[in-house]
């Protein structure tokens, strides 16, 4: 191309963004408003559907304070990262979009029972009164759930499994219970006490609250509202997942600044397509591998899928995960979010249980997140392959902090606090853990004949299926402060890669390391305290361990290649990794770095703000 020539188009193409952005509008919504009105800020819209219907790619829509009881389905999205939809709470007022509706003209029947009988007008074509939860792997623990709830100022009751229990005199935890006729739906629930009628009482209407109605609406953000309140479905990896707040199937998308609750199923789904394939592939062999392929005939690689980020957002109370995926958070980056209280409930069960549950999360970074009391913390599942777990801190989760489900790697797990009574679970190879502090349990499973993929290198193309042996994993510089060690991997067939570690308290050493530091003596006293707002860590180490062993930087060329995929551990742009930073970020001696997830070692017991943290840029 004609080097001039070039220039010119290059001066139009800016010159056109320029006039592109200069012309975005910004429309204004405000519960006082009107949708025959134009957006402005002297003339407000009311719903926030009605903007979205109205903004174009580069707008902005700006929502005033209130309860906005509606769903949002956008029906486009932006161009590109600098041509995005923008939602967003106007700054500093508060904004509450709920898939719920009040309901008032409660009865009184017995006991601490009362009655609301509901038109079923007010739910439109979907009831979740009347949609039972099923799905892949889930499991009912022989009985019905349905996608309803009953919330009693804002917190939901519990689901009885027959009226006879919702009639009798409330204990611990209120319960309710529903019948769907033809035209009416009536619905019994415990209010031990209180005259229903002077509380907010809300039933969830609809399934989600912000959800594209087709796939491919990209480079949409939502910031600053308060979400609540869906009756989602199970959201298994072979069907499509429909979260509270969920991005289909597309590419872009920013999800900040919220705080997501209350959802039946999940919060947030970076996850897949719905198709006739749905909820079918779980008694068959092959019946995930079909779900990949079909993902590859439709847009799943690097141009079209995935490339989201999820940050700093409070996310709690979901019954299945706070955040799922199946494939569609390739390439993502999930940072900053608090997210605790995931199924702890268990009134149902099944797979896909967990804060944050991926499937075949490429190149994918899940950093500086506080997860605790969930199920499980982080469910890594099939494929994870340049996936990094980085600077989290994990506890008082109820199976294990970390679980890597048949992947082959490579992954890199570094600076993290893994304090629940089980630290890891791993039925993979490929992953190298590095300036971890291990304070529980780590369960090395064994030899799993399923064959799943991997990949060439930052791509979403399959190389081969491989089974899953044990080994081939990488442990340099943690600490394992008691409990179960590493012993495990006395058995793997696959070789494993060990140095500058410190075993703590009982914890053991495997045979392939060939020097560990171990005080079996050594109770380092790890508990965590919360202040305020604030998680402080309890710790003793001690600065003698560092010149106890030699110990190096890790970097790409010490952690080597996973041996199944043939692949370097590299950062996702492909550049060499360098774990030089601690946990705060701050700087590492590269020369002798000290063991564990901080970069300096106290003699002494101390206290250790560990989350917030601040700003640690990603």
Known sequence: MNSRFALSLAAVLVAALAFTQAHAKEYHVSVNGNDANDGSPAAMLQTISAAAQKAQPGDTITVHAGVYRERITPPRGGTSDDMRIVYQAAPGEKVVITGSERVNGWEKVENDTWKAVVPNAVFGEYNPYSDPIHGDWFDPKGRVHHTGAVYLNGHWLIEAAKLEEVLKPAETDPLWFAEVGEENTTIWAQFKGIDPNTRLVEINVRRAVFYPGKPFVNYITVRGFTMQHAATQWAPPTAEQIGLIGTRWSKGWIIEDNDIAYSVCTGV???????????????????YVDTINRALENGWNKGTIGGHVVRNNHISHCEQAGIVGSMGAIFSTVTGNTIHDCHVRRLFNGAEMSGIKFHGAIDTLIADNHIYRCVMGLWLDWMSQGTRVSHNLFHGNLHQDLFVEVNHGPFLVDNNLFLSPTALTSMSQGGAYVHNLFAGNMNLTRYSARKTPFHKPHSTEVADLHDNPRGDDRYYNNIFAGSKGLEGYNEAPLPVFMAGNVYLNGATPPDAEEAPLVKPEYDPGVRLTQRD??????????????????????????????????????????????????????QRDETSPAPGPFARSQSNTQSIKVWPVGNRAR
Not at 565 to 575: F, K, Q
């Open 269 to 287: 789904t970076l996850g897949k397509y719905g198709d006739q394939f749905d909820n079918t592939s779980q008694d068959t062999a092959e019946g």
């Open 533 to 586: 707002d604030a998680w402080y860590l309890e710790l003793a180490t001690d600065p003698a361990w560092v010149n106890e062993r030699n110990r190096n930087l890790v970097t790409t060329d010490l952690l080597g290649k996973a041996r199944i995929p043939n692949l370097h551990y590299e950062n996702r742009d492909g550049s060499p990794v360098r774990i030089a930073t601690d946990y705060f970020n701050n």
